[in-house]
């Protein structure tokens, strides 16, 4: 069992989140897909607002850099980060391009969706300062930010700095085809960005898409260790989660449970795994803590909506 020895919360933020914002159209019906979807209910989306705001319902400060439009649905978006409790002082309003949505299916598996990339990704490298980043413990991101110009290159030149911050990186590699058709520039912006060193969580489903074919999960942790990341949490579905040091590995399986909603469950788990990090817990505990929060999320229809004590995700 490998450790992180000592809490790492030591910064005004315990995490800064880079990346979409977005409105979430979610089937009020469970389908197989949207084609058999009719109906959708509003929510506020987008990975790393989920995680910030999961995170400042277990009482870390966040704060959370995203695009949106100076519509109504953009002041709508803010508005419910910023009821989380994420700090939204950073959040960029373009003027012309209008919030970006995504459909989804409601489902108890990978939903189906369909992305509308509009203002997410107009995020300038002057809009990470410097300053958050000497500020903050946890820089993190995903695959939409690093998939378009001008944020690709604006998250990627933050990378550097927050490294020289001295900051942890992390990453979601949500990576979709529908949201990155570029799978060769996928491969070489993903390998840029964890050169820095990163703590990356993976689903099954997520490395099929990066890789275009199943792979074993030897093979991810062999190439994601290679590229330089760190810490490996490769998430299973009601198979549990596998963390890898490049040394050893961490086998996590949950319990049973009704999932009434899979929407978001990933950014849910990499919460509780990045909080329970920040507070010095072991990689099991961090597993055991994503696991339980996941759990929170995937048996509530859309966000979590209340504060979590980070102590009962470890029993």
Known sequence: MFF???????????????????????????TTSLFDTSKFERFQGGSPANLAANMARLGFKTAIISAVGTDNLGK???????????DTSLVIYEK???????????????????????????INPE??????????????????????????????????????????????LNYAERVWPDREEAHKVIKEYLSNGALIKLSEDDAERFYGEAVSMEKVFEDFHKWGATLICYTLGGKGSVVSNGKELIFNKPEAITVLDATGAGDSFWSGFLAA?????????????GANM??????????????????????
């Open 96 to 122: 012309n391009e209008p919030s970006s949505i995504v459909l989804v299916s409601r489902t108890t598996g990978t939903p189906d969706f369909i992305p509308y990339r509009t203002a997410d990704r107009m």
């Open 4 to 30: 992180n020895t000592k809490p790492m919360n030591k910064r005004k933020y315990g995490l800064v989140a880079v990346g979409e914002l977005l409105g979430d159209f979610i089937g009020t019906e469970t």
């Open 277 to 289: 990090y920040l507070s010095g817990k072991s990689s099991k505990e961090c597993a055991q803590a």
């Open 294 to 315: 996941a759990k929170i999320k995937l048996t509530t229809v859309g966000p979590i909506k209340q504060n979590v004590d980070l102590e009962s995700l470890f029993n």
């Open 127 to 172: 809009n990470i300062p410097d300053e958050l980043l000497q500020n903050c413990s946890v820089f993190h991101t995903t695959c939409w930010p690093l998939s378009k110009q001008p944020s690709q290159a604006s998250v990627l030149d933050a990378a550097k700095r927050a490294k020289n911050a001295g900051c942890i990186l992390s990453a979601d």
């Open 76 to 86: 709508y978006l803010v508005e419910k980060v910023a009821v989380a409790g994420v």
